[in-house]
């Protein structure tokens, strides 16, 4: 199960999600205007970037992030990405990119004079604070209607990171999120729930298995996922099992099963409280779009 969904913020401004959630490698290609300025995070797992019919190559790790610029040549994304990975890239064109940061020319190399012609490249780590953000572009709870406009708040807070190399992450709302070990304890605890979504560890142990308190374990995964543990496991699971009966290999039962309801009434009313609709009804949909 492999999707890329990209989100238009405006006009040469777009935010892409690329996420592999299967046991193979996948691959997106898209063309990129040569104004247009690159951002790639990689969020979890590993990708791979192919340049030049594969002759050239760069990685996209985990809690890496690469910012690529060439105002002589055009560079499409190619982008291989392993299983159980997930990704983002930010996509802007110069001229939007200039406006947003115009007095901040003079603090931000890639803006000066100098360098406005030339061709740029940089891989820096992701910070704590940068790491927030990308978790809650894919971590959400929010009505539709909104969807775009929490999207566009949080490429601007993304960009506004990136170039604040003095921070204090979140230090006021979240102080612990400052110590970048307690955030890769917090991701861990969302691979764990994930890992075992149909039998789940209790939340004191799952605090355990990972090493922070439960106040801690709590709080963190609200900050950085925007929902407590098990409301985020719910929705996680919902979205698996609609994927599962996207690929017409499942019936109800075997879904239900595979992310742990024992009987089928109990996750036929799960599906309805979060998509609006019966398993069997969202298959029938699907059989007449198809």
Not at 37 to 60: S, T
Not at 102 to 107: I, P
Not at 126 to 135: A, D, F, G, R, T
Request: with cysteine; charged share 25%.
């Amino acid at each position: 199960m492999s999707s890329a969904e990209e989100i238009k913020i405006e006009d040469d401004f777009i935010i892409i999600r690329i996420q592999n959630d299967s046991d193979e490698t996948s691959h997106f290609e898209r063309e990129v205007n040569v104004d247009l300025i690159q951002f790639h995070f990689g969020i979890k797992g590993r990708a791979k970037f192919i340049f030049n019919q594969g002759r050239y190559a760069l990685d996209l790790r985990e809690d890496l992030s690469l910012f690529l610029y060439n105002p002589k040549k055009e560079l499409p994304v190619h982008l291989e990405i392993a299983p159980h990975s997930w990704a983002i890239s930010v996509l802007i064109s110069i001229k939007k990119f200039h406006g947003l940061f115009s007095s901040e020319a003079d603090y931000i190399p890639f803006l000066s004079e100098e360098n406005k012609d030339k061709k740029y490249y940089k891989d820096e780590p992701i910070s704590p604070s940068m790491s927030i953000v990308l978790n809650q572009l894919f971590n959400f709870n929010l009505h539709p209607s909104i969807k775009n406009l929490y999207f566009k708040g949080k490429a601007y807070e993304l960009l506004s990171l990136y170039f604040n190399r003095n921070e204090d992450p979140n230090a006021e709302q979240c102080p612990f999120l400052v110590d970048e070990e307690n955030v890769l304890k917090i991701r861990k605890a969302k691979d764990i729930v994930i890992a075992n979504m149909a039998e789940p560890p209790g939340l004191q142990e799952l605090a355990d298995q990972v090493g922070i308190n439960l106040k801690k374990l709590k709080m963190g995964f609200k900050q950085i996922y925007g929902d407590s543990v098990y409301s985020f496991l719910f929705d996680y699971k919902m979205e698996f099992a609609r994927k599962l009966l996207d690929s017409g290999s499942y019936n109800v039962n075997e879904v239900g099963l595979k992310i742990g309801y024992s009987t089928a009434s109990h996750f036929i009313a799960a599906f309805k409280k979060k998509f609006g609709t019966t398993p069997k009804k969202y298959l029938m949909s699907i059989a007449v779009t198809n």
